[in-house]
């Protein structure tokens, strides 16, 4: 039975919060698997451990091995693709940063761009979570983890292993059997609902109605009546009495989702029934007690709202008796891959397909190519999980009886528009760094030496652009001298040639062919070379 809360039960619950807001968060450096070719390897995660005690990790095909947080059995990547023999290595560096190195040989793209050599990551990018892709098979997200292990493995409906969902589930277990009232914050389609539920289902009342309600959704105009009822004639078309949605949750729980959208008149009424436990139908002077456990939630800031004058600061203090936020997806970053491909199996299991992701180990066909899963993670998602949730029911349905592996439809990404590219720290300057000369005295090709042009192409990995950018002259103009001096042709038989010395390993044809590694792509395909 709900009962009022005094002082002593309101300083414990605030004391409880207090005590969970400020448990010490040590956080590291860990890897979690956002794509692969097995798909029940996603969301395995490794701690990188050694890179807080000063140490460098090296990840390849066959060490170190992943772990799911629930446990399970640990596993290497195991990729046959992924190299065995030039690792990438993960090396501290000054002030939480990183350093990314990878071996001669490794296929490794950061963000969706290729790494060459050593790259510093900053500690802020390692918190926002850096997407990194190997052999364009494999996508893993570099972010923090906390690396207590826990003993309770209770997942309360919800997917993933992000530390703000770990948090959230928490949350709910610190105030779940507690009859007060509890405020969820979190923006549009973050999971609100979904929170609400778990904690109706672990308190006393799991077996007494939950009713929930969108604010936003009534009319304003009868908004009190649904939600208190209403006597008969109390207004125009009450030709009998309304029970309201009060009385239909008696004994249970009431979830006002949008609660910022209530109308001054049923602020009012609300408060009433957090105070006192009871309240009047619409044109009714008999008060009716309630027991009900009412949970609220917002995307708005209430705050801001009630300094406006359009809400009650004795209602906020009411409703918020205890308090969960809940992280918008771009902040669980590593959860991603897992929900993609819940809601895949989901959207698969309905149309009949759901053998597309029985993918045997060492297969080379991907389920999901690492553009897409890397373009997954790296999308900003302001609809959060309900967006993400709709986008895969939109691939699985564009991929509908297609062989092979989900594309996302041009269509569809033009009507997203690319997610931004996320900022990556440049590797230090040897010397300081210069003033940028003006427009006017910006060199010339002809004022650098054929050896220093050589050098720039080749420390850029023979990409125009960026020795262009180095150099801080017109790309036109470098293209022109890269063609006359460096590449003037490329016959398709000495590209055949190389490439079979090279056993088709792009970086080494990089190399010898002194060309980018896009362009050599490029003539793979055109020449209908298979790549290994």
Not at 70 to 91: I, T
Not at 220 to 227: M, N, V
Not at 492 to 521: N, P, T
Request: a neutral charge.
């Amino acid at each position: 039975m709900m009962t009022k809360k005094g002082p002593e039960d309101a300083s414990t619950v605030d004391w409880k919060q207090e005590r969970h807001d400020k448990q010490p968060a040590r956080l590291i450096a860990a890897l979690s698997i956002v794509s692969h070719p097995v798909p029940h390897r996603v969301g395995q995660r490794l701690l990188l451990l050694a890179l807080a005690e000063g140490r460098s990790v090296a990840l390849s095909r066959n060490e170190p091995d992943f772990l799911h947080p629930q446990g399970g059995l640990a596993q290497p990547l195991a990729d046959p693709f992924v190299s065995s023999r030039s690792p990438v290595v993960f090396s501290p560096g000054p002030e939480g940063s990183l350093r990314l190195e990878a071996g001669e040989g490794s296929k490794v793209s950061i963000a969706g761009e290729p790494l060459r050599g050593t790259r510093m990551l900053s500690a802020q990018e390692v918190a926002t979570g850096v997407p990194l892709e190997l052999a364009e098979r494999v996508v893993l997200l570099l972010h923090l983890a906390s690396p207590v292990t826990r003993t309770r493995v209770e997942a309360l409906g919800m997917v993933g292993n992000s530390l703000g969902l770990q948090r959230v589930r928490d949350d709910i277990e610190q105030v779940a059997d507690l009859d007060v009232p509890v405020l969820i914050r979190g923006e549009t389609g973050s999971g609100k609902e979904l929170i609400a539920k778990a904690l109706h289902q672990r308190s006393p009342r799991r077996d007494r109605p939950f009713i929930s309600v969108n604010l936003g959704a009534l009319p304003k105009e009868i908004a009190a009546a649904e939600l208190f009822g209403a006597v008969k004639g109390a207004y125009s078309g009450a030709v009998k009495d309304r029970e309201g949605l009060f009385r239909a949750a008696q004994g249970g729980t009431l979830f006002l989702d949008e609660v910022g959208e209530a109308s001054s008149e049923v602020q009012v009424m609300l408060l009433r029934v957090l105070e006192e436990r009871e309240m009047f139908p619409v044109g009714s002077s008999t008060a009716v007690p309630t027991d009900v456990r009412l949970l609220t939630a917002t995307d708005a800031h209430l705050e801001k709202q009630i300094q406006e004058g359009r809400f009650k600061a004795p209602l906020l203090h009411r409703l918020a008796g205890y308090e969960i936020r809940v992280p918008p997806l771009r902040e669980r970053r590593e959860d991603i891959g897992s929900l993609f491909l819940h809601f895949a199996r989901e959207e698969l299991e309905a149309i009949g397909e759901a053998q597309r992701l029985n993918v045997p180990e060492g297969t080379s066909e991907l389920w999901l190519p690492a553009s897409l899963a890397s373009w997954l993670v790296r999308y900003p998602w302001p609809g959060n999980i309900r967006q993400l949730r709709n986008l895969t029911r939109r691939i699985i349905i564009n991929n509908r009886g297609q062989p092979g592996g989900l594309e996302l439809d041009p269509r569809l990404e033009q009507e997203l528009a690319p997610p931004p590219a996320l900022p990556l720290t440049p590797p230090p300057p040897v010397n300081p760094p210069t003033p940028e000369p003006k427009s006017t005295d910006r060199p010339k090709v002809s004022d650098f030496s054929e050896q220093e042009l050589t050098a720039t192409l080749e420390a850029c990995g023979w990409e125009i652009k960026s020795a262009a950018e180095r150099l801080r002259v017109a790309r036109s103009s470098l293209q022109e001298w890269y063609q006359r001096h460096i590449r003037p042709s490329s016959g398709s038989e000495e590209f055949s040639r190389v490439y079979e010395e090279c056993q088709g390993d792009v970086d080494s044809m990089v190399h010898r062919l002194r060309m980018s590694r896009w362009a050599i792509v490029r003539r793979l395909r055109e020449l209908g070379l298979q790549r290994p």
